[in-house]
């Protein structure tokens, strides 16, 4: 057993309370290798700012779990060495099992979330309940869902959206015993979150998304205030950078995310993290494709994957100042 305290990592708890009070949002930044996490980790110092550093089920193979436990330790000292002690939580993003939460909470994360949401209302109490009993033996924090995002991350996909029930959100909280509580409210995992035909185009001819439901996110909040509320699937989908990867030999056709606006207005509600995947990947691909294309001789990993590091850490900087309001929070 690896206790998350002995690597320097904090839960969600009081990150959340501040957040509330603050009425900002606390990045959820995915990752699977070092220069996510570098970036990551460079841009919360620069803008000192708390984060959760998410993996998801696949990340977690790919980068395998002992390897996990040292980077997250080596994120802790890596932002004391740059001289801010940032506040790091690591989050089991979208656990599908009692078992692999069971599994993660025994190798230092700090944060679970189980993700019953696909299953029958009771079955999704009973999951989570099973996972919240054993979680808080050691005192790590536990996210659950309510409603299903449409689209695809990692091993999560749904074709359709289900609306969270703001009239189921009470009971669930009751009988499950969650420190937060993932809803859908319109947001959409991956790059390609909307069809065109879902769309409407502004004056200069760009597509834009359905707005999201910000009347479901008030009846939530009606019924309980204070509780700390997250959003999945919310990355922005930069066309700029989209733009970058398509030029130097990419595909990336009807790529469409959130507005970020409406992110920082949900931001400034009781939704206190908000969680960024796809546009950290664009971000890296484009800086990538961009090397290559321009530089085609280079072989070197350190050529490429520095750029991308740099053109991660600007996005995460971005996020943090313009979206998420989570500066200089610490």
């Known amino acids: 057993m ?18 509330m009070e603050g009425r900002y949002a606390i990045a959820a930044f995915n990752f699977n290798n070092m220069e996510q996490l570098q970036a990551i980790v460079q841009a919360c110092v620069e803008t000192k700012s708390p984060v959760i550093l998410q993996v998801s089920k696949g990340a977690r193979q790919y980068a395998n779990q002992t390897m996990l436990r040292y980077m997250a330790q080596g994120a802790v000292e890596y932002a004391k060495e740059l ?18 939460c069971k599994d993660c909470i025994e190798t230092g994360f700090s944060s679970v979330m189980i ?28 996210e659950g869902e309510l409603g299903v995002l449409a689209g695809i991350e990692d091993e999560v996909q749904a074709e359709y959206h289900t609306y969270t029930r703001p009239e189921e959100v009470e009971d669930f909280l009751k009988h499950t015993g969650v420190d937060s509580l993932a809803i859908s409210i319109g947001t959409s995992h991956g790059a390609n979150k909307f069809k065109p035909e ?15 439901r910000f009347d479901i996110l008030e009846e939530i909040e009606k019924r309980i205030p204070g509780f700390p509320i997250v959003l999945h699937g919310s990355s922005s989908v930069p066309q700029d950078m989209v733009a970058v990867i398509n030029k130097y030999g990419g595909n990336m056709k009807d790529a469409i995310g959130i507005p970020e606006e409406q992110l920082r207005k949900a931001a400034g509600s009781a939704v206190c993290k908000i969680n960024i995947d796809s546009d950290g990947r664009i971000a890296m691909t484009a800086a990538v494709r961009e090397v290559l294309a321009t530089k085609p001789a280079e072989f070197d990993p350190r050529k490429y994957l520095g750029p991308a590091r740099e053109n991660l850490k600007e996005l995460y900087k971005h996020k943090i100042i313009h979206v998420l309001g989570s500066e200089n929070r610490i």
């Open 2 to 19: 690896t206790s998350y305290k002995d690597l320097g990592l904090v839960n969600s708890r009081e990150l959340f309370r501040k957040a």
């Open 83 to 100: 001289g801010v002690n940032v506040p790091i939580v690591l989050h089991l993003d979208h656990g599908d099992s009692f078992e692999l």
């Open 115 to 142: 993700d019953g949401s696909h299953l029958p209302y009771e079955e999704n109490i009973a999951l989570t309940r099973k996972v919240v009993d054993y979680a808080h033996q050691y005192d790590v924090t536990v």
């Open 198 to 212: 879902q769309c409407t185009r502004n004056a200069e001819g760009v597509l834009v998304p359905p707005p999201l």
